[in-house]
């Protein structure tokens, strides 16, 4: 807790601060409050009458606890009478704080009450009128996201919008996780659709896509769709596919506005751009989801020309996924209004691509003029269909092939297409000749192991993936210790418990480090070994592994045995030397005194 006595031992250090004028005087200061009580983020003046002309003051307000959350120190001017306003930080809790205003030895208190649960006409009404959208945003974005959302009641949609638009989409998705739907709705209809769809991708990036698809519902269907359209290509899909399980027919008003953008009102560059986008939007939902906005979009009031729009710029593989869907859905009356509105080459690509009971079941639905655009198709027959192998491993290529035979006595195109376990492969247009035939071929690759039906127009057929199942079962060594730079070797056991022979990229590696490499073949249900030898110089224990197995060796420690020692004569010598020359200076002095 910061004491008052702090403050004034600061101001006291702080005198040179303001001048030489500065000085401390006695007086009678009233303190007076714009509100006694006030909710966060609101404006709250103290005004200090009855001082003097350079007389320093100190401010300071503390918590319900007692603990200082505010200080500030000054001078008086000549008027004697110092304004001081403060935001409330929504940081601070409810209850009552105490002003503590100082001039000298004399302290002056008044308290007053943040309750933010006061309205906001009780609370100084229009006070953070005088704080700009930005100013608002700088206050509250370090709080947290309910005392945001709190903030945002206190306004109007558009102004809350321009509140927003200063704040990061982090901190807007937080708030999006706990807000009413609706009134966020309400706001960002007003925002800048970019920004909007910047949050948007912000929210499927933290997991908040129901979120964010309950919102679009609510909001105005043109804002949404301009936000939509602004958001990145997979995030968008994944919106819509949420927005379709809430509510499919909302959804589909919304998609209908998305694909209007491109068809009305813009120019060319732009509407080629959104064109674009949103062909890759609708080819990422899956055709369930597009089967139900289509049938839903085509019963909407003048709207079946939109679905046909979106014909026109998707895959032609999904767009046929998507009639088979409605046309399994018994949506003929859809499919024929839609169809009204198709351009007489995509017309005929989807007429040609479709099966023949499909294009029997739909033939009566449709106006004179449709059937007047459809392609002859001729006398086309198929047969042969030939898939080869019928077994394959995975990654494997396949090839399918099929004749088709042209009885007419005109040359014709027919479009042969290919479906895999009902879902549109791909789609091949070959030239046939009068009374002649042609062969189609196609050529599928599948990774997951299992059976897949082929069909080709009304022929149909199947072919069997098989898969490896390669793992290494053991690491064995053969020695556990060694000698420094003794090789040890390694086996290695690899098993294959899939149906069909593989190969497997083994590495072994020795502490970490990679020693050997290769790619082992193992028959299907067969199990074969491998050999190797490493070794270290290290003393220690060393890891030998490769996938998911291991092994411990260790290098030991070198035994060293001292040379033996040859005794040092050196100092005996040395002292014998002594002796004899000592013995021999004595003799003589001996001979010397004796003479």
Known sequence: MRKLFTYSILAMLLVSSFGAVGIFAKLDITLTL???????GYTQTITASGGEEDVIWMLEITNPSGDAVWAAQGVFDESGVLEYAIVIPPTLADGEYTVLFKTGVDTFTTTFI?????????SGGGTNENLTPEEIANIYEPTNPQDIADMLDEYTPDYAAQILQYMASETIVQVIMIDDPQKLADIFNDMNSTQVADILNTAVNDNATE????????????????????????????????????????????????IKLFT???????????????AVVLDNLTVQSLVDLFIEIANLPQTPSTVAAAFEIMNLNIVLDVVSGMSEASAWTELSKVFDYLTTATLGSIWRG????????????????????????????????????????????????????????????????????????????????ASG????????????????TVAVGDLSGSFKVTAANISVTKVELSKTTVKADETVTVTVTLENTGNASGTYPLK?????????????????????????????SVTGQHTVATGSQSAQF????????????????????????????????????????KK
């Open 508 to 536: 072994l590696t020795l502490d970490g480090s990679e020693k050997q490499s290769e790619s082992v073949t193992v028959a299907a249900g067969a199990t074969t070994t491998k050999t190797y030898t490493v070794s270290s």
């Open 264 to 278: 009305q009102g813009m120019n060319d560059t732009k509407k080629a751009e959104i064109a674009a986008k949103m």
């Open 34 to 40: 714009s509100y006694d009580t006030i909710k966060k």
């Open 211 to 258: 979120e964010v698809a309950t919102i679009l519902l609510d909001m105005d269907d043109q804002a949404a769709a301009d936000a939509l359209v602004g958001a990145t290509t997979d995030n968008a899909a994944a919106i819509i596919e949420a927005m379709a399980a809430q509510n499919i027919n909302g959804a589909a008003q919304t998609v209908e506005d998305c």
């Open 114 to 122: 943040i309750d933010n649960a006061v309205s906001a006409d009780e």
């Open 354 to 433: 479709m099966l023949s009971s499909e294009r029997q079941t739909l033939y009566p639905y449709l106006t004179a003029a449709t059937i007047a655009r459809l392609p002859d198709l001729g006398a086309y027959t198929l047969s042969e269909l030939s898939i080869t192998p019928a077994a394959v491993e995975s990654g494997k290529p396949v090839t399918v092939t099929v004749k088709v035979t042209n009885a007419a006595l005109e040359a014709g195109t027919y479009d042969a297409v290919l479906k895999v376990n009902g879902v549109t492969q791909e789609s091949k247009s070959v030239n046939v000749a």
């Open 554 to 593: 260790t290098v030991e420690a070198e035994t060293v045995i001292p040379p033996p020692t040859t005794p040092d004569y050196t100092i005996y010598i040395l002292g014998g030397v002594v002796i004899i020359v000592a013995a021999v200076a004595i003799y003589f002095l001996f001979l010397k005194k």
């Open 437 to 452: 035939s042609a062969t189609v071929s196609f050529t599928v690759t599948k990774t997951t192991a299992g059976t897949y």
